[in-house]
């Protein structure tokens, strides 16, 4: 846990109140309503809003408190703005060269051919802004901010101004740079499905004030915050790819020392990924059962049962061995298996999605 | 040259010294407060704006003839300046700059106004999320995003001075070699009916100011880089 931090901005009739340890590694999402005081959270660690008695304070290095200020120019970040921003009267690589020429030569750890290569920029370098697409000019800020070698990556929601198309084209970009590249991102977004696909702590912002945090899974499954009672409730399952290839196009990962099979992907064994369930796509049975079209069946335990988003629903919550899985099933169903805590069951499961 | 008098090319290269001065020395300390305009949120802008638009109603014998009151021995500045030891600055080179500064100073700072108000804040936030100090981004961003802002506030500072007329002959007094500009010398021309000569003064003022127009579009379209507004 090496990036404390302690802001309280006031700014008229939206007060920002925010006391946090972030860790240092993995993407952390700050995840919130608009107005909740994402993106003011960001700009105070990035150092473009200076709030008075503010502490900040990241891997030992102090870049703010009542008497340091370190500017934002100063501080090994990069940031990347919801807009692309990029300077219009630079071409796409003197866009990407602002960033890389300001760092010593030295300290350069990302170079411009990676960045190229990683973010598919070949065909760009020679074109003004107002030339590609917002998809591509994203892109380009995203390497742009990467050149300069950071040591902490500031997202401020960089899809949320794209279509879907240029979000697919993204994303990978992203998980390949969180998995590839051992750097700590800050991650803004309101999107669930962004936050599952990419974070592994996650910072749940209301009204300017931290409603909570914690590992992703914690997060998404916990009682008495809102993301179960939603209709897309799900949550992420650590796994690791035990059989690449088992046939009929499947590929075989290990929960918790249970096999689950997935669609065929291309990672290596003993790769851990991340696999995103949704709760109304688990049902359950007391008994393992032999003749269904279920492809998933998980040895759990009851946790508790909470009411579901419909009055005729019912959620349940799983013990996977350490991990925690969702289901939702009809409230008459949940009677008739006689559900308490504690029980022994067998979650059926019907999509797995990697994320 | 058009059979000018050496009087007469002097008018002239007093007029292109209190052009060029005057406007390179407003553009500088403008630059600041056209960009405090454009940024600032407080309420009580407006009260700075319409003071720097003042010179566009006022008639320039108005304001030559308040700078003239504060300029000369007996005024502030140059009661001030006397009083200190310095020469007050009514009939003096000085003084036709200063009237000059006061009467372009709405041509100057509109344009840079308008310059920093559309490049925005924010590509200033990612130059320095990129490393660039303030003054970095002030030669990196903010020149080459308002080049065109400020080739306007020379542009119209520099005509407006090259043409003006009232305020110079209040404050300059009309010294030969001095404060002497162009303008006036034609007009001294016409008084005692020497047509030939406001002639050839107009003609010289007419191909200068065109030529110099030229140079000044020409230049604006070689800095219409693609995406640069």
Redesign the interface.
């Known amino acids: 846990m090496t990036l404390q931090l302690d802001f309280t901005v006031n700014h008229g009739s939206f007060i920002l109140d925010t006391r946090l340890e972030l860790p240092d590694k993995g993407v952390t999402a700050l995840f919130g309503r608009s107005g909740s005081g994402k993106t003011t959270l960001l700009r105070c660690i ?1 150092g ?1 809003e200076h709030p008075r008695g503010g502490r900040l304070v990241f891997q030992g290095e102090t870049w703010q408190d009542e008497r340091t200020f370190l ?4 501080r090994p ?3 990347v ?1 919801q ?1 692309a ?1 990029l ?3 630079l071409k796409v690589l003197q866009n990407l060269e ?2 890389l020429k ?2 010593p030569p030295g300290k350069r750890r990302v170079r411009m051919d990676q960045v190229i290569q990683l973010l598919g920029l070949e065909g760009l370098l020679a074109r ?4 590609i697409s917002g998809g591509q000019r994203q892109r380009v800020s995203l390497g ?2 990467l050149l ?1 070698s950071p040591d902490l990556l500031l997202m401020d929601e960089p899809l949320a101004s794209l279509d879907a198309t240029s979000k697919d084209e993204i994303l990978p970009f992203l998980e390949r740079l969180r998995d590839e590249q051992a750097l700590p991102i800050i991650y803004i977004s309101h999107s669930i499905d962004e936050v599952i696909r990419l974070a592994d702590h996650l910072v749940l912002l209301d009204d300017g004030k931290v409603v909570a945090q914690g590992g992703l899974q914690a997060l998404l499954t916990a009682r008495e915050l809102p993301f179960i009672r939603t209709e897309s409730a799900s949550t992420a399952l650590h796994a690791q790819v035990s059989h690449p290839d088992v046939g009929d196009e499947l590929t075989e990962l290990a929960v918790e020392g249970q096999p689950l099979l997935i669609a065929k992907c291309s990672v290596p064994t003993g790769q851990p990924v991340r696999v995103k369930i949704m709760a109304r796509d688990v049902g359950l049975a007391l008994t393992p059962p032999t003749d269904t079209s279920f492809l998933n069946c998980l040895r759990v335990t009851l946790l508790d049962s909470l009411p579901g988003t419909l009055p005729s629903q019912a959620l349940v919550r799983l013990k996977l061995g350490e991990q925690i899985l969702l289901s939702r099933v009809s409230r008459r169903s949940a009677g008739r298996l006689g559900l308490q805590a504690g029980q022994r069951l067998y979650a059926l499961i019907k999509g797995v999605a990697l994320s | 040259m058009f059979g000018l008098t050496e009087a007469d090319l002097s008018t002239f290269w007093v007029t292109l010294k209190l052009a060029t001065v005057s406007t390179l020395i407003l553009v500088i300390l403008c630059a600041p407060l056209a960009w405090w305009l454009a940024h600032t949120r407080w309420k009580g802008k407006v009260v700075v704006e319409a003071l720097v638009a003042m010179p566009l109603v006022m008639p320039p014998t108005v304001m030559g003839f308040y700078l003239l009151v504060w300029l000369g021995p007996r005024g502030w500045v140059g009661g001030f300046l006397e009083s200190i030891g310095l020469h007050h600055l009514a009939f003096t080179f000085t003084g036709i700059v200063l009237g000059s500064m006061f009467f372009s100073l709405p041509f100057v700072v509109q344009p840079l106004q308008n310059a920093f108000a559309s490049a925005g804040i924010r590509v200033l936030e990612v130059a320095n999320t990129l490393k660039a100090s303030p003054l970095d981004r002030f030669f990196t961003i903010i020149l080459p995003l308002s080049r065109r802002g400020f080739l306007s506030a020379f542009v119209l500072s520099f005509a407006h001075t090259f043409g003006e007329f009232g305020m110079i002959l209040m404050i300059g007094g009309n010294i030969p070699g001095e404060t002497k500009v162009a303008s006036i010398a034609i007009y001294d021309h016409v008084e005692t009916l020497n047509y030939t000569a406001a002639h050839s003064l107009s003609l010289v003022l007419v191909l200068s100011s065109f030529s110099l127009l030229m140079l000044i579009f020409f230049l604006n379209r070689r800095f219409k880089v693609v995406g640069a507004a």
Do not use: I, M, N, W
Not at chain 1, 71 to 74: A, E, H, I, L
């Open positions: 990035a473009l500017p934002t120019y100063k970040l990069g940031y703005f807009e921003s300077f219009p009267h602002y960033g300001r760092v003004y802004p107002d030339q742009r901010a300069t």
